[in-house]
């Protein structure tokens, strides 16, 4: 990774700061090495506890453009003023490019990584894409300092590196959230384990997905009823700007055990030019509902001009109807499938199944061989199949999935995609039995 290009403004004020800071602390060491220090006789060296040496950053990072970089980004600095050095432990790594990044990401079974790299240079990247950037110190004891950085420098190593992604409970910012708490020896899940916050995992996705309506359809479709179970804040810390809101408002002791904030101020090095982060997930139910009902009313529309006898109208519906029914039915496989063959425990039990039924396949073949049909014997029917009747049976169980919410445990948030999918597969139904009535088998 090469760098964008040099530090400028605030960046450059934090950076001498911590220069100034460094050469503060020499001196220092070296009066109490005379013997003028307060307190301390002539001729008598003290040390410094160690770990005071160093300083200890929290990184933030604003959202970006790219699907992923939504949910914003964090990293861990340490700052070594006896080497020198500013590394940002960054736990986002992954690599399209990877020959098993693709079979895992389907399995459910992704490899992320940390890495440590110069501040600098990923604050030059976060500048150049736009995204804001702030850095904050992590008051710790020089103790705790020092086993913070040996947890990094340990985790930086080929051995290490590698974990199991989670993209809810396992990822760049729990990770960061898990070595501050490590530390701290509990500190901050005792203080937010317990905290209720009224949100999801669905809530937050909706949330910051929903200017990107094709990715904001996905996650609505694939997570299941694991994603509305209401969260802990130290569960809410997935996302980076909540974890740099809850440690704001806690508080630690010093090393002489005064209390003190456990975040600094924070400087906003890198300022972007970009829209503010969504506070509330948004309301598509609406245009969802409409959506469906124009789709089933298009549907409907084109049976009724078959009805008519109209050529065209059948040969319309069949094509679009098995264009539809190809998508759905193949959407429903493939989520059911996930169960059984993927670790991607977050798609579990999913009641969109209900709604993207896998016999919608059985009606696409039947709408495709009357799309092909010239002869007009047999219309509407495929191996005692009947169009209609397939066309009735994928309405009634997407309405069982509507009517099964009403029992305990099956609530899961799917109203936006029972809004689409139920008109739909209503119309298409009524169309197919308008076009192909069974006094015409």
């Given at each position: 990774?090469?760098?964008?290009g ?15 800071g ?10 109490i090495?005379?013997?003028?220090g ?7 060296q003290?040390?410094p506890p160690?770990g ?12 970006g453009?790219?699907?992923w ?6 990293a861990?600095v340490?700052?070594?003023?006896r ?6 432990y ?6 399209f490019?990877?020959?098993d990044?693709?079979p ?16 600098s240079?990923?604050l030059?990247?976060y500048?150049?894409?736009n995204r804001?950037?702030?850095l ?20 930086d190593?080929?051995a ?8 809810y409970?396992d ?7 898990d070595?501050?708490d490590r ?22 996705s ?18 299941g ?8 804040a130290?569960e809410e ?6 974890l ?6 806690m508080?630690?002791?010093d ?5 003190t ?7 906003h ?16 139910l ?12 298009l549907?409907?529309?084109?049976g ?17 109807g098995?264009a539809?029914s ?6 429903g496989t493939?989520?059911?499938?996930s ?5 991607h ?11 993207a ?15 092909l049909?010239r ?5 509407g029917?495929w191996?005692?199949?009947r ?20 029992l ?6 799917n ?5 689409v ?10 169309g ?8 015409r088998?």
């Amino acid at each position: 990774m090469t760098r964008a290009g040099k530090l400028s403004g605030r960046l450059t004020v934090v950076v001498a700061a911590s220069v100034v800071g460094a050469a503060s602390l020499s001196a220092q060491s070296d009066a109490i090495t005379a013997g003028v220090g307060p307190g301390v006789g002539p001729g008598v060296q003290v040390d410094p506890p160690p770990g005071s040496h160093l300083e200890i950053l929290l990184m933030t990072i604003g959202p970006g453009d790219e699907v992923w970089e939504k949910f914003s980004h964090n990293a861990l600095v340490v700052r070594d003023a006896r080497a020198r050095t500013e590394v940002a432990y960054n736990w986002g790594m992954f690599n399209f490019s990877d020959t098993d990044f693709w079979p895992r990401f389907v399995q459910g079974r992704m490899l992320y990584s940390m890495r440590g790299f110069p501040a600098s240079a990923w604050l030059d990247l976060y500048r150049a894409a736009n995204r804001d950037a702030w850095l904050q110190t992590v008051n710790l004891t020089p103790a705790e300092r020092l086993e913070l950085q040996t947890i990094v420098q340990e985790m930086d190593t080929e051995a290490n590196r590698y974990y199991r992604y989670d993209y809810y409970l396992d990822n760049c910012s729990t990770r960061v959230r898990d070595v501050l708490d490590r530390v701290l020896e509990g500190r901050i899940r005792a203080e937010t384990e317990n905290l209720e916050t009224g949100t999801s995992f669905r809530w937050h996705s909706a949330r910051l997905l929903q200017s990107s309506h094709p990715y904001y359809a996905g996650f609505q479709f694939l997570i299941g009823p694991r994603g509305d179970e209401p969260i802990s804040a130290w569960e809410e810390m997935f996302l980076p700007i909540r974890l740099k809101q809850y440690l704001d408002g806690m508080g630690t002791v010093d090393a002489e055990g005064a209390p003190t904030p456990l975040l600094g101020e924070a400087v906003h090095v890198v300022e972007a030019d970009r829209d503010a982060i969504p506070l509330a997930a948004p309301e598509f139910l609406l245009g969802a509902l409409l959506l469906g009902c124009a789709i089933g009313a298009l549907f409907a529309g084109l049976g009724w001009m078959a009805g008519e006898g109209r050529r065209w109208g059948r040969r319309a519906l069949a094509l679009l109807g098995a264009a539809w029914s190809t998508g759905v039915g193949l959407m429903g496989t493939v989520l059911v499938l996930s169960w059984i063959f993927t670790e991607h425990i977050f798609w579990v039990l999913n009641e969109n199944a209900f709604q993207a039924n896998p016999l919608s396949l059985l009606l696409a073949v039947l709408l495709i061989r009357e799309a092909l049909n010239r002869k007009g014997h047999q219309a509407g029917v495929w191996i005692g199949f009947r169009a209609d009747t397939l066309g009735k049976v994928v309405v009634g169980v997407a309405l069982l999935g509507l009517v099964l919410q009403v029992l305990p445990g099956l609530d899961q948030a799917n109203g936006e995609v029972l809004a689409v999918l139920l008109p739909a597969h209503a119309g298409l139904a009524w169309g197919v039995t308008r076009a192909w009535p069974r006094s015409r088998v």
